[in-house]
């Protein structure tokens, strides 16, 4: 991976990364983005793909995902966004609907995903397993647990014990295999594992799943995945907290602030 910084508008910072090449024709992807769990996935499976791309760095805690020019690509306001500059500079959000895109244009040899149809299915019910239940629950852990003004006990353990129920299944859909669809690597892997990845964030020890630790552990290993994890702009949180339980949390303003908006906007 190299990086080469370009000139940019606005106060958006756009880097380069060049991808070990394929032997498809060169794609043109521009992916906005930042370092979260949802913004990472991409990243990684863009890497795993092995194509060229650029990253838009979207300044969270900026509002940069609520400007008008972002909301052109994402109506919601929410990273990760990608736009396809190779066809027509066609525009998809939503992470789930990322992997499929990006599956289906660029992924033609299914490396990452699945021709047979009955695995096909099982990875979506996957795929949709961690957009539907792990992301939501793991979100509203990682609030009550880091960012709730008032600290409400019964939130925290709610959605801290539902995100642990979650993982109970992956689990278990680990206990004789080492991925979770078709004996390998596939885009049902990169969606959770980068949330499960973000486990103490939420309050969560991954030591009480001894399988999906050790499923975390391998994945991080892999090459793309390090890279990936590098996008935006170099090293995550996780690695920060690793070396310093303490870190300082730079999502606290952010938080607090879109909490803010929403309220003026839509409460009563």
């Not at 929410?78 to 500059?85: E, S």
Request: with cysteine.
């Amino acid at each position: 991976m190299t990086i080469q910084l370009n000139p940019s508008t606005n106060n958006i910072h756009e880097t380069r990364f060049t991808a070990p090449q394929s032997t498809m024709s060169t794609p043109n992807i521009e992916l906005l983005t930042s370092a979260t769990p949802n913004g990472q996935k991409i990243s990684i499976f863009l890497e795993e793909l092995g194509i060229p791309y650029t990253t838009t760095a979207i300044d969270l805690s900026a509002d940069e995902q609520k400007s008008p020019s972002f909301r052109k690509v994402n109506p919601n306001g929410r990273i990760p966004a990608i736009i396809d500059h190779t066809r027509g500079s066609f525009s998809v959000f939503e992470s789930g609907a990322i992997f499929l895109y990006l599956a289906e244009h660029y992924d033609k040899e299914f490396r990452f995903h699945f021709a047979d149809a009955n695995e096909k299915s099982e990875m979506l019910q996957w795929l949709f397993f961690q957009n539907a239940g792990v992301g939501p629950m793991q979100g509203q852990a990682n609030h009550f647990f880091r960012y709730a003004p008032t600290k409400i006990q019964y939130g925290i353990e709610r959605y801290q014990n539902e995100t642990k129920r979650l993982y109970a299944i992956l689990d278990a859909r680990l206990q004789e295999r080492e991925y979770l669809v078709g004996g390998r690597y596939s885009i049902a892997d990169m969606s959770s594992f980068t949330w499960v990845r973000w486990a103490p964030w939420a309050g969560v020890d991954l030591d009480t799943f001894p399988r999906l630790k050790a499923w975390c552990e391998r994945i991080e290993k892999r090459q793309a995945v390090k890279r990936g994890l590098l996008v935006p702009g170099g090293e995550d949180q996780i690695e920060r907290l690793r070396r310093d339980p303490n870190v300082e949390d730079p999502f606290q303003k952010w938080v607090m602030q879109g909490q803010k908006e929403v309220a003026e906007k839509h409460g009563r």
